[in-house]
């Protein structure tokens, strides 16, 4: 009896023995090195944005003769603002300072000064032809425009003369002092300045609008007047035709690079 209860309670040792190896066995922790012959490779790919930068404007310079007006020149150089763009006005001496034919123009050379448009000599009287007439009035046509722009444009010094139509002689061109600057876009404004109807108007801008733009390209120099109701009109039209067309209005000094005395220039 005491034999039967040995090898019963030997056999249940030994079980329950078994299956504790049994269960420990299971649970062996395994650890796992790398090897330093395995690597691992990230590529990385890295998109560079490619930037193309803008396309230079063309450029092309608008003169305005005869002025400086007080209604039409400031609203002509207050429409050139809206674009940051710069013109050049050729001035009559009298229509600054006194004489026959005053605009009124001597604020308005100044608030010209101010914005940064580029002023030049134009004549006096805008009565001679600087191909025919005397020397003495050729130089008081000269020397007094200068003198009434220095008076209102403190410390201004005019590089720039456009001979009243494009009119002057080789021998003064090359004596000049002065670039003398004439051009090769012809608005004809002046030529459509009066209307009698509304519908007249309309017709005449659009006829001084395209006499511009279908001729314009780069390193042109434009003729307008600024006295004329017409051209204000007119160039608002232009400057925003311009301006989508990828132009840029400048002076001519800017255009042509620091023109030279005694050479006449009509684009770049």
Known sequence: ???????????????????????????????????????????????????????????????????????WTVAIADEL????????????????????????????AVYLYQKGHEIGIHGYTHLENYKTCPDADYEYEMSETVKAIKTYCSGYEAKLMRPIGGSISQERIEASPYSIITWNVDSLDYKYKANETESEKTENVNTIVENVM?????????????????????????????????YEVVTVTELLGEPQPGTKYSHK
């Open 214 to 246: 279908s001729k314009v390209k780069e390193g042109d120099i434009i003729l307008m007047h600024d006295i004329y109701e017409n051209t204000y009109e007119a160039v608002k039209i232009i400057l925003e035709r311009l301006d989508a067309e990828g």
């Open 1 to 71: 009896m005491k034999i039967k209860n040995f090898f019963r309670t030997f056999l249940l040792l030994y079980i329950a023995a078994m299956l504790f190896l049994s269960s420990c066995g299971g649970n062996t922790p395994s650890v796992t090195t790398a090897s330093s012959a395995t690597t691992q490779t990230t590529s990385t790919t890295s998109t560079t944005a490619q930037i193309t930068p803008p396309k230079p404007k063309k450029q092309v310079a608008i003169t305005f003769d005869d002025g400086p007006h007080n209604l």
């Open 81 to 108: 603002a809206k674009y940051g763009f710069h013109a050049t006005f050729f001035v009559v001496g009298n229509r600054i300072g006194g004489g026959e034919r005053v605009y009124n123009g001597s604020s308005t």
